[in-house]
């Protein structure tokens, strides 16, 4: 048992492990404007404003192994943005560990139907996923959540 945990545990390490090394070493964003947000018109902060919507990114990203046979063959990598009700950040905070959990079970269960097999990133492949995440999103928080963004998503075989 412990013999075919272990490779499963170092590889998530190992991945996780580089990724937030890529993270931590890339490059800041520069603009090549020097202080272009002070210099932003008004108009454009007044519709951030009275927008009907906030966004908020997860921590984290979630780590999903792909197994065949019993063995690791890959890992999805997904970072996930929530487009949510204006005041409700601080309500969604509060339940991000129990949204993280449901949203890992939809993504194992994407998994284990071969979601993230072959062409994975196609339009039509996405939608299930961000449906499957927003459903499950809204269960759970209720109108607060208006969406489920996928912001970023890699695979890495092995």
């Known amino acids: 048992m412990l013999k075919k945990l272990l490779p499963i545990l170092l590889l998530i390490l190992g991945t996780g492990a580089g990724i937030g090394a890529g993270i931590m070493l890339s490059p800041p964003a520069t603009s090549d404007e020097p202080h272009a947000e002070e210099e932003a018109p008004k108009e454009d902060v007044e519709e951030v404003e009275t927008s009907d919507s906030e966004f908020t990114k997860f921590g984290k990203q979630f780590v999903v192994p792909l197994m065949k046979n019993d063995k690791v063959v890959s890992i999805i990598v997904v970072t996930l943005s929530l487009e949510i009700a204006p005041g409700a950040n601080d309500r969604v905070s509060a ?13 194992f269960d994407h998994a284990s139907m071969g979601g993230f097999r072959g062409a ?5 492949n996405l939608d299930i996923l961000r449906n499957a995440l927003r459903e499950t999103a809204q269960k759970e928080m209720g109108p607060d959540i208006r969406d489920v ?3 970023d998503i890699g695979r890495q075989d092995n």
């Open 120 to 124: 994975f990133t196609q339009p039509d």
């Open 149 to 151: 963004l996928i912001t």
């Open 95 to 107: 339940r991000e560990p129990k949204l993280r959990d449901l949203f890992l079970r939809v993504m």
